[in-house]
């Protein structure tokens, strides 16, 4: 009786650790899971931060199902902090302007894979707008006195907000940098929409401005454009990329890929002033890497 009472311990106490050991099992297979790492992007403020939030929510569920991983994206104040996150490695994807991306392509090897499209095309300008009471219609008119022009600046980082103006207004002999101008003042806004609303208030005489971004803030109502005109108009620009970084698996990419090219929700698309996604490579930003070398921002 002893040895049945003994034995049936004996299978007991196996059957216990057995099942211990698959509970086990499936906690770390669970928790492995749980426990990745999550897929890091990080957003220049294109808009406000309070008026993308919405939208990349969205962007940030389409993608954590593509990815079958959660996805985090967080908007970033300015532009400097997304392209110092990519250099150290604390995200794994970022939306920049093209020049903070050739920035990041210089220090980290960033590799852009996507790109926005508007109306069908991957490109932009840059503008300079100023308020519709202005008699000037053209920048040779805005800058025939220039000491009595207050001029606005987006981000210092934005390629359409401060570099391709910049460089214009450098090659009309009027501008070098924020403290040695002919302006009356120089100010950076930090944003394209509040550059547009401090030329709409007639807090400045002109600023400079992306296009996608002023025209998207003319079709949701958020500046009168009846206040504004447009009196300088840059050469095309290619659109701002999302670009990963240079570790990022292939597999990882082309799923990325394949999320941005199937994105049709407006509120997505409206927050960057775009119709659609398209490919891009580094290649596409050749122009701006040059001409941000010209402005000694990086090195050949």
Excluded at 42 to 61: F, S, W
Aim: proline share 4%; with cysteine.
């Amino acid at each position: 009786m002893k040895k049945w009472i003994l034995t049936i311990s004996v299978l007991l106490l196996a059957l216990f650790l057995s099942a211990c050991g698959d509970d086990s099992t499936d906690t770390e297979s669970s928790t492995g899971s749980t426990n990745e790492e999550p897929f890091t992007i990080g957003v220049i403020p294109a808009q406000t931060e309070g008026e993308m939030q919405t939208a990349m929510d969205k962007l940030q569920t389409i993608l954590s199902e593509e990815l079958d991983r959660e996805v985090e994206i967080e908007v970033y104040p300015d532009y400097n902090g997304v392209v110092e996150s990519m250099n150290y490695d604390q995200i794994d994807m970022a939306y920049l302007g093209p020049l903070t991306y050739v920035i990041a392509e210089a220090n980290s090897n960033a590799k852009a894979i996507i790109t926005q499209l508007v109306d069908g095309e991957p490109f932009y300008n840059a503008y300079v707008i100023t308020h519709t009471d202005n008699p000037a219609t053209s920048l040779d008119e805005l800058l025939e006195n220039p000491g009595e022009v207050q001029f606005a600046f987006g981000d210092p980082n934005s390629t359409s907000g401060s570099l391709i103006p910049s460089i214009e207004l450098q090659d009309r002999g009027v501008y070098e940098s924020e403290q040695e101008n002919q302006f009356e003042t120089v100010r950076f806004t930090g944003s394209h929409d509040a550059t547009a609303l401090a030329v709409q208030n007639k807090q400045v005489d002109a600023g400079a401005i992306d296009s996608a971004i002023y025209n998207q803030l003319l079709e949701s109502g958020k500046i009168d454009g009846e206040q504004l005109k447009i009196i300088w108009k840059s050469e095309p620009l290619f659109q701002y990329p999302w670009a990963v970084l240079e570790s990022t698996d292939d597999e990882t990419v082309a799923k990325l890929r394949e999320a941005f090219l199937a994105i049709e929700d407006p509120e997505i698309l409206d927050a960057f002033g775009a119709t659609g996604f398209t490919e891009a490579t580094n290649a596409d930003y050749e122009s701006i890497k040059q001409a941000a070398i010209k402005q000694g921002i990086i090195e050949e």
